[in-house]
């Protein structure tokens, strides 16, 4: 998908291809308002009779971001169930399964709540203390999420 990135007098914005377009259609009509103008190759320079000058790139959109298998919404409530062997595991609050899995030799349940970003950095706060540049996304990979968590 392509976006105008519209720059006017050192600000920019980003608009939609449809305005940009616009702009520039109107731009080459209004000679009145706008005096100079060029444009070539999905580049468009205005110079409004005001003293605004705007500039018009034709650029790609950025990427959405793929949304991760473990994309929990925020706000929801989990049970982290510490096994003593292994990596935590992660069920949604209330999962009938949270039972099963507490019998393997469980030294510690916890309620957690907020996104599946936020349990691993509760889980893992002592590793990402002692490097600023780590984040709970970092770790979220290390959690065992159960279907219901997800």
Known sequence: M???????????????LEDGVAEAERASTDRRNVPSMSSRGGRHH??????RIVD??????PAEEP?????APAGRT????YTGGGEPIVHAAG????????FQGVHTTEQVT???EDVAAYVYADMID????????DFISELTVKPCAR
């Open 2 to 16: 392509k976006l105008y990135e519209r720059t006017e007098n050192g600000t920019t914005a980003i608009v939609s």
């Open 46 to 51: 205005l110079e409004y009779r005001d003293g």
């Open 56 to 61: 018009l790139v034709l650029v790609d959109a």
């Open 67 to 71: 949304k991760t298998a473990l994309a």
């Open 78 to 81: 989990f049970t982290v169930i």
């Open 95 to 102: 999962c009938s399964h949270n039972v099963r899995d507490s």
């Open 114 to 116: 907020g996104s599946l």
């Open 130 to 137: 002692e490097d600023e540049a780590l984040t709970g996304e």
